[in-house]
């Protein structure tokens, strides 16, 4: 039985959310002219956005952090982004020199020794790469449903993040049934881990299945306190910097 079986069925309100999603995602354009870039987990949400975006011909780029822990099937998602839409994805890595450094000193599962060291893992593999996917952006836009965890519970469709980017949040007001009722309407391609009961995907170590009336990010960094659950990349105007990164050494590199 797939995701789809189990989980579609729109709303009363559905075709409601997906007009105004349409709107939100043109307006993000429109304000902001080749400076605004989707940052897809590439997961269903972001499928979806992604599949609206080359469905509409809007002017948004699409771009992805390739942490170098991801699931085989998640980095797949990349070529079929742009076999299916004939679109180019952006993609970013963390800095190699840095990434190894980190596992030398710390070991390969440091992220299960404590918040600080997962953290730390987090700003490599996710936050210093976005800084460079967004250093040329005035707007970004996510995939993230207030539905998805109670730290997400507040999210608006445009708000600033830290940098004073705008952050437009087009699925806030989506549910799960709203999600896969768009996906078997439209067929669009998704991550098969999501057939595996992995709502949330992030990187392999870090992401598990969940269990029968588990929340949606349950999943993800699963043995740690739900108030931590969040790696840094979605931090509000009012809560100031993001976490400090792991210094950069100047004569290295970065890809992409």
Not at 34 to 62: C, N, P, W
Not at 201 to 213: K, L, N, Q, S
Request: net charge negative; glycine share 6%; hydrophobic share 40%.
């Amino acid at each position: 039985m797939t995701a789809i079986d189990l989980y579609a069925k729109a709303s009363p309100d559905f075709e409601a959310k997906l007009a105004a999603t349409v709107v939100l995602l043109k307006e993000a354009a429109i304000e902001h002219p080749g400076k605004v870039v989707q940052a897809t987990s590439l997961g269903v949400e972001d499928m979806i956005l992604t599949d609206l975006i080359a469905r509409h011909h809007i002017d948004i780029a699409i771009g992805t952090l390739e942490t170098g822990m991801l699931h085989p099937q998640t980095v797949a998602m990349i070529g079929t982004i742009e076999s299916t839409y004939d679109l180019k994805v952006e993609v970013y890595q963390p800095v190699l020199e840095v990434a190894i450094e980190f596992v030398r000193k710390n070991g390969e599962k440091a992220m299960y020794e404590s918040i600080e060291l997962r953290k730390g893992c987090c700003g490599i593999r996710k936050l210093e790469p976005l800084n460079r996917m967004l250093a040329s952006r005035t707007a970004w836009v996510t995939g993230l449903r207030r539905e998805q965890s109670n730290n997400r519970a507040d999210a608006t469709i445009r708000e600033l993040d830290d940098k004073g980017r705008v952050k437009f949040n087009p699925l806030t007001e989506w549910t799960w049934g709203d999600v896969w009722h768009y996906v078997s309407l439209n067929k669009v391609p998704y991550n098969p881990l999501h057939d595996e009961f992995m709502p949330s995907i992030g990187c392999a170590p870090c992401t598990r299945a969940i269990a029968v009336g588990e929340d949606f990010r349950a999943g993800r960094w699963w043995w740690e306190d739900e108030k931590a659950k969040e790696c840094g990349l979605h931090v509000h105007a009012e809560e100031g910097a993001a976490e400090e990164l792991p210094p950069l050494v100047s004569s290295i590199r970065p890809t992409n």
